[in-house]
């Protein structure tokens, strides 16, 4: 998801060494337990849901959450796009990430469906997520590559350029990555795509659910490659109008990422 900070990101800690002082807000388990990211995540919602941090207010740069947890930009990154995907925090490129309504976003998802928080979710929970996104979004590629309009593909070129400008960001493709997907339900003309998808959220997106950060650099810049390549495709058979390639390419996508993920994991 885009941040207003655009140093350079640096992997993720292996976890201090056993006499390194705690970092503050934080356990000790690092990778060895729960992960760097989850317990950012845990730490972060639980100053949202205190009312630490209260809702408008602007969080921390990613810099000074850096220096405050003992993590590094990476773990910030994709704990702020889990917590975005879970509707406790909103990023505004260029300005910040500011606080939502926690006990408001708990609220409004009683009585709808809804996925279950990236904070505690895990690989099983993220492979049910992509079964479900296998059994629709094929049908939605198709219609799409039937109902599109040039206001639509120039949504999905959006996405699809951002993507490729932030390959090498972990947490950064995730935006992009939901955008893609989300203008080729609004390209079906059905409304019931569109809001199925709006309503699901970020949280669609495995790497919300499932720490990428343990992947080095180069491991994860080709996985990013191939995941922009299959949209590409996906892409292409809409814009030719080819619906049987739409949804070809969809399924392969999906199926993919899912592969992709249980290799990863």
Do not use: C, W
């Amino acid at each position: 998801m885009p941040h207003a900070a655009a140093d350079t990101p640096t992997e993720a800690a292996a976890g201090p060494p056993a006499d390194a002082e705690t970092p503050a807000g934080m356990g000790r388990t690092g990778r060895y337990g729960k992960g760097l990211t989850h317990e950012l995540v845990e730490a972060l919602t639980g100053q949202l849901r205190s009312g630490q941090i209260r809702p408008g207010d602007k969080l921390p740069t990613e810099s000074a959450i850096m220096q405050s947890f003992g993590v590094s930009r990476g773990v910030v990154r994709e704990a702020l796009s889990r917590l975005q995907a879970a509707g406790l925090v909103q990023t505004h490129h260029g300005v910040g990430t500011f606080a939502l309504d926690a006990h408001s976003a708990e609220g409004q998802a009683e009585g709808r469906f809804h996925l279950e928080s990236p904070a505690h979710a895990g690989l099983a929970d993220m492979l049910e997520v992509l079964e479900l996104r296998a059994s629709l979004e094929p049908a939605s590629a198709a219609m799409a590559a039937m109902r599109r309009s040039e206001d639509h593909l120039q949504a999905m070129r959006a996405a699809l350029a951002d993507f490729a400008a932030h390959l090498s960001a972990v947490g950064e493709t995730v935006a992009p990555d939901f955008r893609f997907h989300f203008a080729i339900a609004q390209a079906t003309g059905n409304r019931y795509f569109s809001e199925l998808m709006h309503q699901l959220g970020l949280s669609v997106i495995p790497r919300t659910r499932v720490s990428s950060a343990r992947l080095d650099e180069s491991q994860r810049e080709r996985h990013l490659q191939k995941v922009h390549q299959e949209h590409l495709d996906i892409y292409a058979a809409i814009e030719r109008r080819d619906p049987d390639g739409a949804r070809a390419a969809m399924h392969l996508h999906l199926i993919n990422s899912r592969e992709r993920q249980r290799a990863a994991q």
